[in-house]
């Protein structure tokens, strides 16, 4: 059974930065492609960024040069940097194993202006 776990999340102005994480178990981590989303209030859930290997990412237009997707496989982790945070970016952020269709069960970023 795929476990994911985020950590991370917070209250943060606008400008700032945080670091998302997500921890996995119960799979072949480092053959799986790994996603971030988010859902922000009265909104669907969309796509953030995903990551299959370092040089094969994806991002949502709206985060393109603000946020970087990486992945250590030693850890069974995967991250999200995310710099000059903006109010929009104000969600819940969820990691989801694409290959397993696992998700976590989120974390609340908060970005205020």
């Known amino acids: 059974q795929v476990q994911l776990v985020e950590s991370g999340g917070g209250l943060v102005q606008a400008g700032g930065s945080l670091r998302l994480s997500c921890a996995a178990s119960?799979?072949?981590?480092?053959?799986?492609?790994m996603g971030w989303y988010r859902q922000a209030p009265g909104k669907q859930r969309e796509l953030v960024a995903t990551?299959?290997?370092?040089?094969?990412?994806n991002y949502a237009d709206s985060v393109k040069g603000r946020f970087t997707i990486s992945r250590d496989n030693a850890k069974n982790t995967v991250y999200l940097q995310m710099n000059s945070l903006k109010p929009e970016d104000t969600a819940v952020y969820y990691c989801?194993?694409?290959?397993?269709?696992?998700w976590g069960q989120g974390t609340q970023v908060t970005v205020s202006s």
């Open positions: 989801k194993d694409i290959r397993m269709g696992a």
């Open positions: 990551i299959i290997s370092p040089g094969r990412t």
């Open positions: 119960g799979s072949i981590f480092s053959m799986n492609a």
